[in-house]
C-alpha cells in the first residue's frame, strides 16, 4: 500500500479486512525513508523509539506517544533516529471508515504529539493488537479515535516539559521525586501535568527508553540478555522481560530475532 523506495523496515500483518489492515511496523534505527504516499488514508500510532516526520503542514519531532493521520495520496518524508522506530498503522478506504461511523472527510495530514489524543491512542492500539478483535469492534474502535482526534481542542505544553524529556533521556533523575527536585516543582503536579501534556508517565518514559536502548543492542549485538539487561538499565533479565512484554507486546529474544529479518530483507533488495 506504500510507496517508498528506501523502506527497510518490516511490516507485520496483524489483521485484514475487506478496505482495512492493521500491522505492526518496525523501523531499524538511522533510517531515511524518502517522500512517498499511501494508496490508502492511514492512522499511525507510536509504539517506541524517535523520528522527524516532514509533510505538507512542516516538519515535527516525534518522540513519545504521538499520532499521526495521512489521507490517500498525501506525501510525507520521515527519519527515523538511532534507536528505531515501531508503530502501530491501520490503513483503510474511507468506504470502510465511513461504514463503522466516520463521515467527515480527511482533507490533510494531522500530527498530535502528546497531550489527550496520545493518551486516547491507547484504546485503538490495544485495538489493533488484540488478535481476537473483529471488523466491527476494530472499525468502531478507529471511526472513534478519528472523531475525537479531529475535535480536540489543541493544548499548550508547560515550558518545563522540555527539560523534563531531556533529563529523563539522560536518566539522571532516578524517579518521578527527583525530577520534581531538579524542575522546582511539586511531585504530584509534576506527575499530573506531565501525563497530560506527553501522553504517559513518567516511570513509563523511563520504562519506553530502557525498551528502546534494549532493542537497539538487541539488532545490533550478539550480546547475551543478561549483559544487555544490566546495560540498558534494567534490574535483570526478568525484569527487561516484563517492560518489554508491557512497551512492545513481545519478548526480547523475539526482538532479536527480528534481526535476521531485517537482514534478510537488506539481501532481498540489494
Not at 533516529?81 to 495530514?109: N, Q, V
Not at 533479565?237 to 523475539?254: D, E, I, K, Y
Request: aromatic share 8%; net charge neutral.
Amino acid at each position: 500500500m506504500c510507496e517508498a523506495r528506501t523502506f527497510k523496515g518490516l511490516e507485520i500483518e496483524l489483521h485484514r479486512f475487506a478496505g482495512a489492515r492493521a500491522l505492526r511496523v518496525v523501523h531499524p534505527g538511522a533510517q531515511q525513508i524518502e517522500e512517498h504516499s499511501h494508496d490508502w488514508a492511514y492512522i499511525g500510532l507510536y509504539t517506541s523509539g524517535r523520528y522527524r516526520e516532514r509533510y505538507d503542514g512542516g516538519e515535527a519531532d516525534m518522540r513519545g506517544p504521538c499520532a499521526v493521520v495521512h489521507p490517500a495520496g498525501r506525501p510525507h518524508a520521515d527519519m527515523v533516529e538511532a534507536e528505531g522506530l515501531e508503530t502501530l498503522t491501520i490503513e483503510f478506504d474511507p468506504a470502510w471508515l465511513k461504514a463503522h461511523g466516520f463521515t467527515r472527510k480527511l482533507d490533510r495530514s494531522r500530527l498530535w504529539s502528546g497531550g489527550a489524543v496520545a493518551l486516547a491512542s491507547r484504546s485503538l492500539s490495544a485495538a489493533m493488537s488484540a488478535p481476537w478483535i473483529d471488523e466491527r469492534a476494530l472499525g468502531r474502535a478507529t471511526a472513534e479515535f478519528l472523531t475525537f482526534a479531529l475535535t480536540a481542542a489543541a493544548q499548550v505544553e508547560p515550558a518545563w516539559v522540555k527539560r523534563a524529556r531531556d533529563l529523563l533521556e539522560e536518566d539522571s533523575p532516578a524517579n518521578a521525586a527527583g525530577l520534581a527536585r531538579s524542575l522546582d516543582l511539586h511531585p504530584a503536579y509534576l506527575a499530573r501535568a506531565y501525563r497530560a501534556a506527553t501522553g504517559e508517565g513518567v516511570g513509563e518514559t523511563q520504562r519506553r527508553r530502557r525498551v528502546e536502548a534494549a532493542s537497539a543492542l538487541l539488532r545490533q549485538t550478539a550480546s547475551p540478555l543478561a549483559d544487555i539487561a544490566i546495560a540498558s538499565g534494567f534490574c535483570d533479565q526478568s525484569h527487561m522481560n516484563r517492560c518489554f512484554s508491557a512497551v512492545l507486546g513481545r519478548t526480547p529474544r523475539q526482538v532479536r530475532r527480528e534481526r535476521q529479518l531485517f537482514d534478510e530483507r537488506s539481501a532481498a533488495s540489494a
